[in-house]
């Protein structure tokens, strides 16, 4: 099974990404994320693992998320770019600051656990 990990925004920003998102599916017609309810974010991480023959590490590795983001506190987050990919997938771009690199050493650490 395939595993994100994403951080999301407060409301205030979500709605002027959601803002965003709306024109440009007017613009496109490419309304993949509105009609399917995918909220904005920031995919720190994506990995695979085999839930049948590893339920215990799929356990752990909720456990050990679960405590990481209980002791983070909220971040800023600056967008300083836009970008596409799939030529159907529209990005903005954050800039790595120190809050979100410690979340992605963070996650890391979780995830590169042998």
Avoid: C
Wanted: proline content about 3%.
């Amino acid at each position: 099974m395939k595993y994100l990990v994403s951080l999301y925004f407060d409301d205030k920003t979500n709605q002027q990404i959601l803002r965003h998102m709306v024109a440009v599916a007017e613009a496109t017609g490419n309304d993949y994320m509105l009609k399917h309810k995918v909220p904005p974010h920031i995919t720190i991480s994506s990995f695979e693992v085999d839930e049948k023959e590893n339920s215990d590490v799929v356990s752990q590795l909720v456990q050990n998320f679960n405590e990481i983001f209980q002791n983070t506190s909220t971040g800023v987050v600056q967008w300083v770019g836009t970008g596409a990919f799939m030529t159907s997938t529209l990005y903005l771009t954050p800039m790595l600051n120190q809050y979100l690199q410690k979340m992605m050493e963070d996650v890391y650490a979780v995830v590169s656990v042998d």
